[in-house]
């Protein structure tokens, strides 16, 4: 279908009227299995697919493209390379599983040297060696313009560990790792250190303050641990996703996977102190930023509340909210006790903000 053909009404529909999300539906709803292998399609953070032994083996695809993930200006090569690898490594762990191979396909226009390029595989290495994945193939063209960067990658699960974003029940608790908003903080200031830098190249930033927050942004980590903490406590969390477009609109997948509601509270969510100077620096609530910034790669799951005891005060863990009817809808409790709808404002690459 071309760009300007119409559709049966007589008219056409701009990708960002509908945005990313209901073009995924609108794209792939006529597809339905074939095969009896294919366990979970579309709709969750990696495929799951039948092995025919005790794991299920789960497969991921994230792109990045030049000017809308990344900014080559202030992206040094190396850490894009391992980031690249990292943001599909967070929906394997978000399924519960270990990941094992990647394979990873690149589009490079001719301002990409071979030095430059080579820097970037570093990266790839470096993560791949952490996380212990072998790469295992991929694929080289050239672009007219930007870098283009596919990456696929491979794992498996346990079969009786798989952990989907459809399974959380009334009254269980929410919880997530780590902190929020800190990779969003990151982004809003190296784009203010560029602009002052553009304004006077001799303008030397010092960005020594907001190392925290830029190693977020720059270099993020998957939630290895996390599953590993898990596995180790015992618990199985009843559902899992990944914290890669902000909170608000994560929690709305589980809900909608789940037919849930949820309660969120916004003086629970963990905010790291360095994120929280960013936000002052820039006028806007920190709670924003955790909740519609993305990027973060942490874990946002449902636990039992029989497993309250063995994940309280964890230092790894917080518990945020907790899971409540379908007709509640996901809602944030305000630090001044005000209950709001979420939105689902996070990163949606096509829709109009
Ligand atoms: P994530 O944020 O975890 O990477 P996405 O929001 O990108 O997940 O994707 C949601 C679901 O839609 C996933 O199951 C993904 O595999 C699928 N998906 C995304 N884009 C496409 C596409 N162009 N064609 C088919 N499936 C897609
Ligand atoms: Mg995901």
């Not at 980590?221 to 590993?228: C, M, Q, S």
């Not at 608000?248 to 949820?262: L, M, N, T, Y």
């Not at 709808?341 to 949606?348: C, E, F, N, R, S």
Request: proline share 3%; net charge negative.
């Amino acid at each position: 279908m071309t760009k300007n053909e119409k559709n049966k009404e007589g008219s056409i529909t701009n990708v960002s009227d509908i945005g990313e999300f209901a073009l995924i539906d609108e794209l792939t709803s006529g597809f339905k299995s074939k095969n009896k292998s294919t366990i979970k399609g579309i709709g969750d953070d990696t495929a799951v697919i039948e092995s025919g032994s005790d794991s299920l083996f789960l497969l991921t695809k994230d792109m990045l493209v030049e000017g809308i993930h990344f900014d080559i200006t202030y992206t040094p090569l190396k850490h894009l390379g391992y980031k690249s690898i990292i943001v599909n490594l967070s929906d394997i762990y978000s399924m519960n599983g270990t990941p094992t191979q990647a394979a990873i396909g690149i589009a490079i226009s001719s301002r990409y040297s071979v030095e430059a390029l080579k820097e970037f595989y570093e990266g790839v290495k470096l993560a791949c060696d952490l996380y212990n994945v072998d790469l295992v193939g991929g694929d080289t063209c050239s672009s007219q313009s930007g870098l283009f960067i596919s990456v696929t990658v491979t794992g498996f699960v346990d079969r009786d560990k798989v952990t989907y974003r459809s399974g959380a029940k009334k009254n269980d608790l929410v919880c997530v790792s780590g902190n929020l908003g800190a990779a969003y903080a990151g982004l809003l200031v190296l784009k203010r250190e560029k602009e002052v830098f553009k304004a006077n190249p001799n303008n030397q930033p010092d960005i020594s303050k907001y190392s925290y927050v830029i190693e977020r942004q720059l270099k993020p980590e998957a939630g290895k641990t996390l599953v590993e903490t898990l596995d180790k406590l015992g618990i199985m969390p009843t559902s899992m996703i990944d914290v890669s477009d902000g909170l608000a609109s994560e929690i709305i997948h589980i809900c909608k996977s789940s037919r849930s509601g949820a309660y969120i509270y916004e003086d629970k969510i963990p905010i790291d102190p360095e994120t929280i100077v960013v936000a002052d620096e820039f006028d806007i609530n920190p709670a924003t930023f955790a909740l519609n910034g993305g990027e973060d790669y942490e874990l946002l799951f449902t636990i039992s509340q029989k497993d309250f005891e063995t994940i309280n005060n964890h230092q790894e863990i917080k518990i945020i909210g907790y899971i409540s009817d379908v007709l509640d809808g996901a809602n944030l409790i305000t630090s001044a006790g005000q209950q709001v709808p979420l939105k689902a404002q996070g990163w949606d690459a096509f829709k109009n903000k």
